[in-house]
């Protein structure tokens, strides 16, 4: 129950227009020992930010009952080709939202551009970075992207096209390096 207690209590701390950390000093300062872990806190906050309204969180306990296995993955398997309509409600949520799809392999790391190139080059420097909130984040990232160069860009998608080129002659197989 009091946990439920301090969920309301993120929650008016958000709404007051409190950041995480000023909402974690706040819990830390009222419950003490019996506070809730700050990254509990900040999914709360975030929680109620994004809109959320109630404080019960949703049930959970460890694997879903629908987990991967032989049995489940035949059951969507059937469904998906007894039903095609499945298929269909996602292509059409995908197309009224302008969602570019690109069609590869199930697997295919050599071939995802962010993977290899983008996502290093943004998480090196702000590596150990503290944020305060989800905007802070969008601001630091932004930052960061306007600094790489545009040949560095064009480098980068020539480097992509050389991979793509060996997934092709390795007919998708995984292969690793240049």
Request: glycine letters at 4%.
């Amino acid at each position: 129950m009091e946990q439920h207690e301090q969920r309301y209590c993120i929650k008016f701390c958000q709404k007051l227009g409190d950041t995480q950390v000023e909402t974690i000093r706040k819990i830390q300062q009222a419950f003490r020992d019996d506070a809730m872990s700050n990254s509990r806190i900040k999914e709360w906050h975030n929680r109620f930010k994004d809109g959320h309204t109630s404080v019960d969180s949703k049930p959970h306990s460890g694997r879903p009952s629908t987990s991967r296995n032989k049995n489940i993955i035949e059951q969507v398997r059937t469904l998906v080709m007894e039903d095609h309509r499945i298929t269909v409600l996602i292509q059409t949520f995908v197309a009224k939202h302008n969602i570019p799809v690109v069609h590869q392999a199930p697997y295919s790391p050599n071939m995802a551009l962010c993977d290899f190139w983008l996502f290093p080059k943004l998480k090196m420097p702000l590596k150990g970075t503290r944020f305060e909130s989800r905007e802070d984040i969008m601001r630091n990232v932004t930052a960061r992207l306007i600094t790489i160069p545009k040949d560095t860009f064009q480098t980068c998608f020539q480097q992509w096209r050389k991979r793509w080129e060996k997934c092709v002659h390795y007919q998708g197989d995984y292969f690793e390096g240049d």
